[in-house]
């Protein structure tokens, strides 16, 4: 079965100190993948999605940027953590077929102090 | 793009009540709708979803219909329970597109 793995957790970081979190996914190839914020937790805003290793859709310009160095491999990054960047941080798949569901992972709580 | 939107934003009832959560889409080739639950401090999980070439769909106490021509879908939870206290999400997703749009969530208080 298919599993997804975000991690940490949660973070506190201070103003203008880098970030990255990690998600991977495990038993399934070539998923698309997705980076989601959910801000005062309510609604899920899109950040990034990937089709592909190497291939990155940014949805919203900002502080943040993503990569995937492997097939199951997402990482969200940031060089300098701004306190807008506070919120819960959201990792998904999916299959490489539009109108399929998407699976989440567990989330990171950023604070940003 | 696709736009969702989702009502109401809270919604308190007693145990034993119906719910009703509604959304809108503006993309009529949007043809998946899921909806997601979510408890606090952990990711969305699917609970149900439909496609466009399905008019309801019904999962023990919990049935979503879809009106294609409105462009608008609702969930409905019968018998509430209070460990059916969560944030709803409704999302759509149009044909040839990989994401999802989702709508602001619902927070479902149920009452014992």
């Known amino acids: 079965s298919q599993t997804i793995h975000q991690w940490p957790a949660t973070l506190v970081q201070p103003v203008g100190s880098p970030l990255s979190l990690e998600c991977t996914v495990e038993?399934?190839?070539?998923?698309?993948l997705y980076w989601y914020r959910q801000a005062a937790g309510r609604g899920l805003q899109l950040l990034f999605y990937?089709?592909?290793?190497?291939?990155i859709s940014s949805e919203v310009p900002q502080n943040l940027s993503a990569s995937r160095p492997q097939d199951r491999q997402f990482i969200l990054s940031s060089k300098k953590l701004l306190l807008s960047d506070s919120g819960f941080y959201l990792c998904a798949w999916s299959v490489r077929t539009s109108g399929t569901e998407a699976f989440f992972g567990q989330g990171t709580r950023l604070t940003v102090v | 793009g696709e736009n969702v939107e989702q009502h109401p934003s809270t919604l308190s009832v007693q145990e034993g009540d119906s719910a009703v959560i509604k959304c809108t889409y503006s993309d009529s080739a949007s043809n998946y709708f899921p909806w997601y639950k979510q408890e606090l401090g952990k990711g969305p999980q699917l609970i149900i979803d439909i496609r466009s070439n399905v008019g309801e769909k019904k999962d023990q106490r919990i049935a979503v219909t879809l009106n294609k021509t409105a462009k608008h879908f609702s969930l409905h939870i019968t018998e509430t329970q209070p460990e059916d206290s969560a944030v709803y999400f409704c999302a759509a997703s149009t044909s040839g597109y990989s994401t999802l749009t989702f709508g602001k969530g619902t927070m479902l208080l149920v009452s014992p």
């Open positions: 038993g399934t190839s070539n998923p698309n």
């Open positions: 990937s089709v592909g290793i190497g291939q």
